[in-house]
Structures are given as structure tokens and as C-alpha cells.
């Protein structure tokens, strides 16, 4: 028995030896100090172990930081970004408003000026539909009966004549333009005491162009020449500008001028008319008695 435990004793033996000796070793290493520093050696291993851990963790997990980071601002620059964006369509809706307004205004203004200056009482209206067909040049105004409206009142802006009233409701009116290929009017090229050169005027098949009919081609007319009406179609007041000359096809003794004008009243671009409560004079039928004649009982 005894010579057995001995045995065990011997078998243990290096197993002792390593583990006094790793001790040894251990508590040396963690007596031992640096000599320039004076920190233990185990201290300055297990920082360097640490750091060797830590190192890629920190890399990755500032990375990570980074990324995230990047899509919150990316986030935050897109809504902003938003932001400005419709503020600046607010602000180029508040600046086309205030564009309007001045337009409006300048035009109201402009109207206003033609009811002092015009020898007869003017009503303004606001045009609140046009016709879209190129056979019939007419818009809708938002004056009818009830405002005193009648039909062939002359419809005009400050620049000269739009036409005139052709179908007449309580409370809107239609107004034929004087660019209609039916329309027709009478007038004289420059003002009718100066001047004996008259014709009629009707519209054409373009928007923008008026024709002078009938107008001797013996007489001397002029691109840049002012059109006004006569007064003796019996539906226009005389002394109403209609446009300038801008071609003269000329003619001869025997064929008259070719003469086409541009509406001076800006037809396409108008928003606001002045109606003239102007009714023309009745006119006085004459009964011509020829010699011999017998009347109708």
C-alpha cells in the first residue's frame, strides 16, 4: 500500500513542478515592470490584447455610425430639399399673382381712362368665355340685360373696337368680333374730316388680320395709316379706332386697293371690354314716289 501511494506520489511529481514553475512564471510576469515606464509588463500586454480586440470592433462599429449617420442626412438634405422646393413654387405662384394683379390693374386703369375720355357712358365687363371655333369669332361677357346690355351695342377696350353685342341674356351677353369673317363695318382711313378714302372693313380667316374693301384705287393709301369707323353702317358710333394699315395690295383706276389691317385692340390677349351704351339713330325710310306709280291698297 504504502509502495503504491509512493508511486503516485512520483507520477504527480512533474505535474507539480509545472505548475509551481507557471506560477512562478505568472507571478513574475506580474511583478515584473517596464524599466522606462515602470508599468507592470502584464499590464501593458493585456492593453496591447485589448487593443488588438478592440481596434477592428471600433473600425466596424464607427463605420456602422458612419453609414447610418449618412442616411439620416441624406434623409434629412431630401427633405429639405422638399421643402425648398415648394417653397420655391409658392413663391413663383405669389410673384405670377402679383404679375396678374399689376395686369389687371394697368388694364382696369386703362378702362377707367376710356370711360372720362369717351363722350358716351361705358360699361365694363369681364370676359368669361371664348368661342374655340375659327368659323365664329365670338366671347362671352359677364354683362347681359339686367346691366342695361342691348343688342349691336359696340364692345371696344382702350386700344379701339372689339365688336359688337349679338345675343343678349340676364346676365351675360355674346359679343361678335370684329375679326369675323362675316362681320362688316364702315371706314375711312384717318380721321373723317381729313379724309374721303372710306370702305368697309371685315374680318378674314386669320385671327390678327383685317380687310378694307371698296377703297378706289386712285386714292393714295399707306401701310401705317389709322382705320376709324364712319358711323354709317348704323350699328358703330363714328370716330372708333379700328386698327393700322399694315399691307396695301395696290390697286387702279378701275380695281380698288387690296388693304389689310391689324386690329388695334389686342383681341387675343383681352380679359376686360368696355360695352357703350350707345344705341345707333333710327333710320328715316323715305317713300320715293316714282310719276305714274299706283299704290298697294
Known sequence: MAERSQKEVWRLTPWLVIALLLGNFLLMAFQAKEFTSGQRIIRVWSQTAADFVQSPVTTISSA???????????????????????????????????????????RLRALLELKEKSKYKVLTARIIGRDPSIWFDSS?????????????????????????????????????LITRDKSGLGAVVGEISNSNVLGVVSGTSKKDLLEMRYVSGSVDVQPGQVVYTTGQDGIFPAGLKVGEIVEVKSGSATVPHQIFIRPS???????????????????????????????EK
Not at 346691366?147 to 364692345?155: A, E, R, W, Y
Not at 387675343?268 to 344705341?279: C, K, N, R, T
Open 140 to 176: 362671352i361677357i359677364n354683362r347681359g340685360s339686367l346691366d342695361g346690355i342691348k343688342l349691336n351695342m359696340p364692345v371696344v377696350t382702350d386700344g379701339g373696337l372689339v365688336g359688337r353685342v349679338t345675343a343678349v341674356s340676364p346676365l351675360t351677353a355674346q359679343v361678335d
Open 64 to 106: 456602422l455610425s458612419n453609414y447610418f449617420g449618412s442616411i439620416s442626412n441624406l434623409r434629412s438634405a431630401q427633405s429639405e430639399n422638399d421643402f425648398l422646393k415648394q417653397r420655391v413654387q409658392e413663391l413663383e405662384v405669389e410673384v405670377k399673382g402679383n404679375e396678374d394683379l399689376t395686369s389687371e390693374n394697368a
Open 265 to 295: 385692340a389686342g383681341i387675343d390677349s383681352m380679359q376686360e371690354v368696355g360695352i357703350l351704351i350707345y344705341e345707333a339713330p333710327e333710320r328715316i325710310e323715305f317713300e320715293q314716289k316714282l310719276p305714274n306709280a299706283v299704290k
